[in-house]
């Protein structure tokens, strides 16, 4: 058996082999969770081999990794957000084609920001998009809530900040005060009128 997975170039079946054998007999393992868990570690050891041969081609000098780096040196950097990227499902998920109508839209218009409550996610995903449009394409955000509420509605205020950041820079607010445009031409409700206490002698 030795031979052969020599000649397929399972190395890694190789090496743990008899040890997946002893512990199938042990709990009785079906066969297809067997033959799946010895694919599974060849092609964890591939993987990890790759990794290896890039980093030596590379000839960096040092090796350094995003568990390494210090956020707070670069505060526009926002960790949330950054590390999305560097995680499996965001090319599983294929967000970045999902989001590209919104990136490339000469106008974007998101209404009513913060009326419903935000799925904890909505954060990274606006900050990515206004980050994407930043001094490049027009973007109208209305909301009913203030700016200095948005850090609870994205559930993350640094978050918020910087969203804020990028979007007054080119930007103006406009806060509206007064009737709902919709409510126009409409009479109004009476106000309730006060009505005095009755007065009375104490006995």
Do not use: C
């Amino acid at each position: 058996m030795h031979q052969m997975l020599t000649q397929l170039k399972l190395a890694r079946v190789r090496e743990i082999h008899q040890e997946w054998l002893d512990r199938a007999a042990e709990s009785q393992m079906p066969y297809p969770d067997f033959l799946r868990g010895l694919l599974q570690e060849e092609l964890l050891a591939r993987e990890e081999n790759q990794v290896r041969r890039r980093l030596k081609d590379a000839a960096f000098p040092f090796e350094k990794t995003l568990d390494d780096f210090d956020f707070r040196l670069r505060p526009e950097l926002n960790r949330q957000v950054f590390l999305r990227y560097v995680e499996e499902r965001f090319i599983t998920q294929g967000r970045a084609k999902i989001l590209k109508p919104y990136h490339a839209s000469d106008l974007l218009i998101l209404d009513e920001l913060g009326y419903l409550p935000a799925d904890p996610d909505l954060g990274p995903i606006l900050y990515e998009v206004i980050a994407t449009r930043y001094e490049k394409k027009a973007t109208v955000i209305t909301s009913n809530k203030s700016l200095t509420e948005w850090g609870r509605v994205l559930h993350d205020s640094a978050l918020a900040a910087a969203l804020v950041d990028r979007l007054l820079h080119h930007g103006e607010v406009f806060y509206l005060k007064g009737d709902s445009f919709r409510l126009r031409g409409k009479p109004r409700a009476p106000e309730p009128q006060d009505v005095p206490e009755p007065s009375g002698v104490g006995g």
